[in-house]
């Protein structure tokens, strides 16, 4: 790998007329996001211009948004999602549960740091001000970055936490959603697995059907994140990209999102379920679904 070499087939993939699109896709793609950072710096080290600036400046759509997001140190990448889902027009929802359900408490604890010193404000104070009641309280909790990592699981207060949750929701009229909260958003992921086996024990459902049934829109959406991260991951991604693509038209900041931040951390994993759950490659899905350059790339991050 050097830097120069990349540096300078970028500057001849935008200079003079008409832009190298392809040449743009292939240095990128071939790069992983550290090397991509290193171009960055040498780009403008030895060209003397901005290499952001010129991206931006020769491209544009969705294809200008993926080639960004690259271009971006993961933490940031998020950092700058969370602002646009919190600031834009109208909340995204989708967007504020996706990154602070499915990121390890370092990787929150980065968001955190990053984004106040980007924008002056806390994450925490922006969850707040744009977005209400129980929803709210566990977009908090989440952005808090305190779950407890480790993978020791307490039998006893596995079947405690089971009984709590059926106490919550399934036999009680109405629901305590804090206790679904309280046990969903701090516990490790081990101790979890455990409590959902325990719960389908007592309730006989799945604690995914009890929450469906007992909740509604974005706080619904935000707990059934959290328990599919904590049992599969790349399952969930997955899910979310087939989400974004089916039915008519393209949800294209999902898609863009997953595909760029996942590229190089489960991407392998998130095609092996998604094939699984749809009976369908995701590379068909892209392939189906998007067109042109824009198709090109995100083909290229998908892989195989």
Known sequence: FSAEQEAQALRKAMKGLGT?????????????????????????STIGRDLIDDLKSELSGNFERVIIGLMTPTIMYDVHELRRALKGAGTDEGCLIEILASRTNAEIRHINENYKLQYGSTLEDDIVSDTSSLFRRVLVSLATGNRDEGTFVDEALAQQDAQALYEAGEKKWGTDEVQFMSILCTRNRCHLLRVFDVYRVI??????????????????????????????????FAERLYKSMKGLGTDDSTLIRVMVSRAEVDMLYIRREFLAMYGK????????????DYRKVLLRLCGG
């Not at 292939?26 to 780009?43: A, D, G, W």
């Open 20 to 44: 190298d699109e392809d040449a743009i896709i292939e240095t990128l793609t071939k790069l992983n996001v550290s090397q991509r950072q290193q171009v960055l710096i040498t780009y403008k």
């Open 203 to 236: 309730a006989n459902k799945d604690i995914t059907d009890s929450i469906k049934s007992e909740m509604s829109g974005d706080l619904e959406d935000a707990l059934l994140a959290v328990v599919k991260c904590m049992r599969n991951k790349p399952a969930y």
């Open 281 to 292: 490659s995701l590379h068909s899905f892209i392939k189906g679904d998007c067109s042109g």
